[in-house]
């Protein structure tokens, strides 16, 4: 038995979670540790994706009218049960996904901080009281359940990325059904796992508190997530995941005119200025071009300095990069565990050999730790000197690349390098100088969804909006007022005076 299976089964027996009645010859889980398989799958098949979809619209009808703050419950209940399960959950990803233990950890700590945020949220789903121009009138409007929410996921968020979504969509009153990315479907099973666990404890105690079917797990690759895409009974998708599959995805909800949030790929920049504090800097690039093997979507990928100080910086990170361990995610000290798949490997590749035909420097970026498993891929991640912003860099390879180029004037020609590419998901500065760390988060300045000052392009907080602009999708999750893209606006006029006057001064006497 490999180490990963052995971790699998004790965290198995934590969760009290029994993969047989699940197990089929369609998806094969593997863990990037060590390249073994975990478990192999069932499908859903169209028709049972059909039937599901069905179902949670049935327990949408009821959910609905549940009070919002009863809804909150919910949520709240699963908050605890995430707490409870916490440990076993992370490791559940560090096993599946590849992240090391921290940020295994991370990623249930950020379900939690979901679940509270949607608890308050709850009671707050306020709308506005709007003056009329009409004697004896007034208007507000109403915030409605849309209905089913499809979710759609990457495997590299393979569990915050469904909680973002379904406890806010929970809360408005919507119904959830989600299909994970076929690379990590265990994690999907133990999270539906514990929110049943918790419905059914809920139920016990308020029979019919909350309806059967709510929450949906579709298990299978893209068809069945186009099952999701096409029905008519889903109003809203959330996918998350590639650009080539938010172009796919949009294009066939807005032609239902279904809604679409989509959180797609990111090519962020950071701009380091002569005024800035190098050696936090440094640390920041580190965590936001490594972390995670560079398998963010907010993943550090273009490193902007300025020409005074780049020898300065570029020096300190080839000392970083030289030292960070790279290895087994689940021991103590490990920084960069491995890439999820042999295909991130061949592509991180091949991108370094464009890279160098197009004129660029690399440092770093080979294959180590090869007797973690012939079919474990873990690489020391790569600090690439290129000469100009060239083709290369106008890309999102999933794997940990930093590209390094300088500029020579002020900050606003920095910013428009930063600028100067398709996707617009996140982006920082490190500056000590008032002037430019305003200009950058100005109308004229980064224009992606995050924008940060003296920390780097990784790492949100829940409390704030998360998504980004151009090819990045345009989505918004989580936090600030996201919850309005789960639900439906209505205005209404309330007529309190006896007479019908018309808007506008309109006359129509009959
Ligand atoms: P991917 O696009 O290969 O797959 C994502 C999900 O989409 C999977 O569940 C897959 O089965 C499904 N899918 C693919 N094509 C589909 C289609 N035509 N119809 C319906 N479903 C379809 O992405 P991945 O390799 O799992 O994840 C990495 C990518 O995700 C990167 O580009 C990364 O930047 C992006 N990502 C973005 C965010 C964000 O919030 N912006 C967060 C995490 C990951």
Same mark, same amino acid.
């Given at each position: ?31 990037? *540790? ?92 306020? @709308?506005? /009281? ?40 929970? !809360? ?14 265990? /994690? ?32 299978? *690759?893209?068809?069945? @997530? ?19 599959? @938010? ?5 066939? !909800? ?37 972390? /995670?093997?560079?398998?963010?979507? /907010? ?14 910086? !570029? ?76 083709? !290369? ?70 409390? @704030? *909006? ?45």
């Amino acid at each position: 038995m490999s180490t990963s299976t052995t971790r699998l089964n004790e965290i198995c027996k934590q969760l009290a979670l029994d993969l047989k009645p699940l197990s089929g010859n369609d998806i094969t889980s593997r863990s990037p *540790a060590d390249g073994a398989t975990l478990a192999t799958l069932k499908a859903h098949s169209a028709e049972q994706a059909s039937a599901a979809i069905q179902a949670a619209h049935n327990a949408y009808l009821q959910w609905r009218t549940v009070p919002a703050p009863v809804r909150g419950e919910l949520v709240r209940r699963f908050g605890q049960t995430l707490r409870q399960h916490k440990a076993a959950l992370g490791a559940l990803v560090s096993v599946e996904a590849g992240k090391i233990t921290s940020e295994g950890l991370g990623e249930v700590q950020e379900m939690i901080d979901i679940c509270d945020f949607a608890v308050g949220l709850s009671r707050q789903l306020h @709308g506005l /009281t709007i003056a009329s121009e009409r004697p004896g009138h007034r208007m507000m409007e109403t915030w409605h359940p849309m209905g089913v929410v499809g979710i759609i996921s990457a495997f590299n968020f393979p569990v915050a990325v469904w909680c973002w979504n379904s406890a806010l969509a929970l !809360v408005c009153g919507d119904a959830v059904v989600w299909k994970p990315s076929e690379k990590t479907p265990l /994690t999907a099973v133990a999270c539906q796992h514990l929110l049943e666990k918790t419905i059914a404890e809920f139920n016990q105690e308020q029979p019919g508190a909350v309806p059967a079917g709510i929450s949906q797990l579709l298990i299978g *690759a893209r068809d069945v @997530g186009e099952v999701l895409v096409d029905s008519p009974l889903v109003p809203i998708v959330s996918a998350t995941g590639s650009t080539r599959m @938010g172009r796919q995805v949009g294009v066939k !909800v807005a032609e239902r005119f279904g809604r679409s949030i989509l959180e797609l790929g990111g090519n962020n920049a950071m701009i380091v200025t002569p005024s800035a504090d190098l050696e936090l800097a440094a640390r920041a690039i580190t965590f936001a071009a490594v972390g /995670t093997a560079g398998q963010r979507c /907010t993943t550090l990928r273009r490193l902007i300095v300025h020409k005074s100080i780049a020898d300065q910086l !570029v020096a300190r990170l080839e000392k970083i990069y030289g030292s960070v361990t790279v290895g087994d995610p689940m021991t103590d000290g490990t920084l960069v565990g491995p890439l999820i798949d042999k295909a991130s490997f061949d592509g991180m590749q091949a991108a370094l050999a464009q890279a160098k035909a197009e004129g660029g420097t690399v440092i770093g970026g080979q294959r180590e730790r090869e007797d973690l498993g012939a079919d474990a891929y873990y690489v020391r991640p790569a600090l690439v000197k290129m000469p100009a912003q060239s083709k !290369v860099m106008e890309h999102e390879t999933f794997a940990p690349i930093l590209y390094i180029v300088t500029y020579d004037g002020s900050a606003e020609d920095a910013i428009a390098l930063q600028n100067a590419v398709p996707q617009g998901l996140s982006s920082a500065i490190f500056t000590s100088d008032l002037r430019d760390a305003e200009r950058f988060m100005s109308p004229a300045g980064s224009d992606c969804g995050i924008a940060n000052v003296n920390i780097g392009t990784s790492g949100a907080e829940i409390g @704030g *909006a998360f998504g980004g602009e151009k090819e990045t999708g345009g989505g918004r999750e989580s936090g600030s007022d996201a919850w309005k893209g789960y639900m439906r606006r209505a205005t209404n006029t309330i007529n309190y005076s006896g007479a019908l006057p018309l808007a506008q001064g309109v006359r129509f006497d009959v």
